[in-house]
Nanobody, 128 residues
Framework: QVQLVESGGGLVQAGGSLRVSCAPS????????MGWFRQAPGKEREFVAA????????YYADSVKGRFTISRDNAKNTVYLQMNSLKPEDTGVYYC?????????????????????WGQGTQVTVSS
């Protein structure tokens, strides 16, 4: 069983930056594709970004491309989401997700159903 714990959320003004982190425990972190999703108030949870086991393949939602950066440090068992140029519409609960993969280069999926484990989420609020 993999437990995912997000941290780093908070309140920031529009145009600002924030970094959220996710530290899985219980299994070998480097065996998992990692993804970030978010859920705005009154909306369904949506894909934000995903990163392959090796970090070599990355996939972003169009809404965050050029502003957000996903990365991972397998030595520290941590995945990061650096968020720059934040907008009020980026407000929501940010969830970390993990998907086991046998292949280092497999690109992360934008579909929630493809992920095996989920964190509890961390709140990100962007004020205008």
């Amino acid at each position: 069983q993999v437990q995912l714990v997000e941290s780093g959320g908070g309140l920031v003004q529009a145009g600002g930056s924030l970094r959220v982190s996710c530290a899985p425990s219980g299994r070998t972190f480097s065996s998992y594709i990692m993804g970030w999703f978010r859920q705005a108030p009154g909306k369904e949870r949506e894909f934000v970004a995903a990163i392959s086991r090796s970090g070599g393949n990355i996939y972003y939602a169009d809404s965050v491309k050029g502003r957000f950066t996903i990365s991972r440090d397998n030595a520290k068992n941590t995945v990061y989401l650096q968020m720059n140029s934040l907008k009020p519409e980026d407000t929501g609960v940010y969830y970390c997700a993990a998907r086991f993969s046998r292949f280092e280069g497999t690109t992360g999926s934008p579909y929630q159903k493809d992920y095996d484990y989920w964190g509890q989420g961390t709140q990100v609020t962007v004020s205008s």
